[in-house]
């Protein structure tokens, strides 16, 4: 019999029954690192140790070579390998322009469970450097090819909502997934207004990449992935729905308050690597540029129920 094919033998009758199943590999690119220009030849995925993705400079390519730099800097911290680490396995490296700047060591506790998307944009209205975006998604097999499936087929929030059992019965066709996206064309911008050079760009970079991971990222798409590996889902989804405020204004607010969360405390955390990478001159120009956007926010109120589910 073919592997579908099941005999059925009642009362010295029997029958041959072929069943269709449509198989479905339940993994996923855990980690993704792509240029929206470009995301045919030159997406790097968790599953491709050790490559090297160079592409020609006529499609723009993966990436452009300050978010290349920025990144490896970033992964020079040990707060950037850790968050890195989560969605790699053993043995997994990145590799970007030619070099190899970080490899697992161990299976991350996200590999195949959940994915962080690394996006290069080309620009967002209003000038914003960055973003973080947290989905629910649905599975679908784990190709290279696939990745307009995992690109596009987030799970609206309010299906979420009102579908909390359904998730709940059947967890494995889902996955959570952070997406950090920077918009480089808005780096272009700022770096001719500010007068910065190469180094001062590539270090507002690696900061603004700590920002939206520790600031953002890590007191809610981290907390309501690490319930959802508890087994959790109620904490999950309450993580998942905190009031965040409108463009993140509230963690924004929580940052400039320094109100203590496991998110914040890795930021100071990653602040004080970066400074012992970049110098403390260039450290605090990034920072001042930084803080300043926030420092109306150190007097507002922030709702309470923005203040609870930030860490897990």
């Not at 290069?120 to 649905?138: P, R, V």
């Not at 494995?172 to 180094?199: H, P, T």
């Not at 260039?282 to 926010?297: E, F, I, N």
């Amino acid at each position: 019999m073919g592997r579908n094919e099941f005999k059925l033998n009642i009362a010295g009758f029997s029958r041959s029954l072929e069943l269709k199943i449509k198989e479905q590999e339940c993994k996923i690119p855990s980690l993704l690192l792509v240029s929206r220009a470009c995301i045919e030849n030159c997406i790097w995925t968790s599953e491709d140790t050790e490559i090297t993705k160079t592409v020609d400079k006529k499609k723009d390519g993966f990436i452009h070579p300050w978010v290349i730099k920025s990144l490896k800097l970033f992964l020079k911290t040990p707060e950037g390998q850790e968050v890195f680490g989560l969605f790699l396995n053993e043995g997994d490296s990145i590799v970007l322009d030619n070099e190899k700047v970080f490899t697992a060591t161990c299976r991350g506790d996200f590999y195949d469970i959940h994915a962080l998307h690394f996006i290069e944009m080309s620009d967002m209205k209003g000038g914003a450097l960055a973003s973080t975006i947290t989905q629910f998604h649905q599975r679908c097999p784990r190709k290279i090819e696939a990745y307009k499936w995992h690109a596009e087929r987030s799970v609206r929030t309010f299906w979420i909502v009102s579908n909390k059992e359904r998730i709940k019965n059947s967890p494995k066709d889902f996955y959570l997934k952070v997406i950090i996206k920077v918009y480089i064309r808005n780096y272009i911008e700022a770096a001719k207004e500010e007068k910065w050079d190469e180094e001062r760009v590539i270090a507002q970079m690696c900061h603004s990449m700590g920002h939206e991971f520790f600031i953002h990222a890590w007191k809610k798409a981290i907390p309501a992935m690490k319930a959802w590996c508890n087994n959790d889902l109620d904490s999950c989804f309450d993580i998942f729905q905190r009031d965040t405020g409108y463009k993140g204004k509230h963690d924004h607010a929580a940052y400039a308050q320094d109100i203590s969360d496991e998110g914040l405390r890795k930021m100071k955390s990653f602040q004080e690597s970066l400074r012992g990478l970049i110098g403390d001159k260039l450290y605090r120009s990034v920072v001042t540029d930084h803080d300043k956007k926030y420092k109306a926010l150190k007097n507002v109120v922030i709702p309470k129920g923005s203040q609870i589910n930030t860490e897990y």
